[in-house]
Nanobody
């Protein structure tokens, strides 16, 4: 059974850090790009970052560049999102998703993704 399970969310103060994990099962993990999306209350879902299966290509939302780092461990079927210098506007539910294919510059198009996790809540607040 194909599954994506996020973990690592929580409450953190502005300027703090969190590391999210996306654990996958039920498919050949290393052949798929995986992305992180987020959705804040009252806002549309947006792509945060994406990593190709071989880790040789990554993409980021402009607003998180220099603060967030995506990585993966194919031996553990896990993708990580290291989030540093967190801001209140980073608050939201974070989802990982499997891409049908790596879309390069179009990575943030949600239609490319066929399986989604249940999400993990991130709250940045003092």
């Amino acid at each position: 059974q194909l599954q994506l399970v996020e973990s690592g969310g929580g409450l953190v103060q502005p300027g703090g850090s969190l590391r999210l994990s996306c654990s996958a099962s039920g498919f050949t993990f290393e052949t798929y790009a995986i992305a992180w999306f987020r959705q804040a209350p009252g806002k549309e879902r947006e792509g945060v970052s994406c990593i190709r299966g071989d880790s040789l290509a990554t993409n980021y939302l402009d607003r998180v560049k220099g603060r967030f780092t995506i990585s993966r461990d194919n031996a553990k079927n896990t993708v990580y999102l290291q989030m540093n210098s967190l801001k209140s506007e980073d608050t939201g539910v974070y989802y990982c998703a499997r891409a049908r294919y790596y879309a390069g510059k179009r990575w943030a198009d949600a239609l490319i993704y066929d399986y989604w996790g249940q999400g993990t809540q991130v709250i940045v607040s003092s």
